[in-house]
């Protein structure tokens, strides 16, 4: 438990840096690595399970246990923990039962991660302005910057972050990081 609370401690700290600078600069060009994309999600699910609560949520993931990706590996956890936080506040302020799911795969060019969830969809006010700081948050007490955040992180990769699907029945981002830079 204690490497994954310092992990945890460590993250905190620099997402309190990166907030406060937000308004002030761009964010830090990533310092590329290969990265265990399977460590990466199973570090953002267990520390979301850790804010379930009573609530029913529950977490899938269907990673390829080898794949390697180019990333920053902080800011590749930023980008998902935002997604699926937000899947896990959306479901968990319905009062139902939903499941959060992460998947990854691969092309030629790219490296594919959907985060999905069961939740109860974006309000449309939510959608308008999705990926702009400070209003693009659907729920009371959100800053509204989680998802512009994670779409500028994921541009600073070369990729992009895009919301594919919102409904009733649930919504899926995808992030997809391009190959072109593999070493």
Not at 63 to 90: C, G, H, K, S, W
Not at 115 to 144: C, I, N, R, W, Y
Request: charged share 20%; hydrophobic share 40%.
């Amino acid at each position: 438990m204690a490497p994954k609370l310092v992990n945890s401690i460590t993250r905190a700290v620099n997402l309190c840096e990166s907030t406060l600078a937000f308004g002030k600069a761009e964010e830090p060009a990533p310092k590329l690595s290969r990265v265990h994309l399977a460590d990466v999600i199973s570090d953002v699910v267990d520390s979301e399970r850790l804010a379930i609560g009573d609530s029913d949520v529950s977490y899938a993931e269907d990673v390829p246990n080898t794949m390697m990706v180019r990333a920053d590996p902080e800011q590749l956890y930023r980008i998902l923990f935002n997604l699926v936080r937000n899947a896990r506040q959306a479901i968990v302020a319905s009062g139902k039962a939903g499941e959060i799911a992460l998947r990854a795969e691969e092309d030629a060019d790219n490296w594919i991660i959907h985060v999905t969830d069961t939740g109860p969809g974006l309000p449309p006010k939510a959608q308008e302005h999705l990926f702009t700081p400070f209003q693009g948050g659907s729920t009371k007490g959100g800053s509204g910057l989680g998802l512009a955040i994670a779409a500028e992180l994921a541009r600073g990769h070369g990729g992009a972050l895009l919301l594919c699907r919102t409904g009733p029945d649930g919504t899926d981002f995808t992030v997809t990081l391009p190959k072109t830079l593999q070493d």
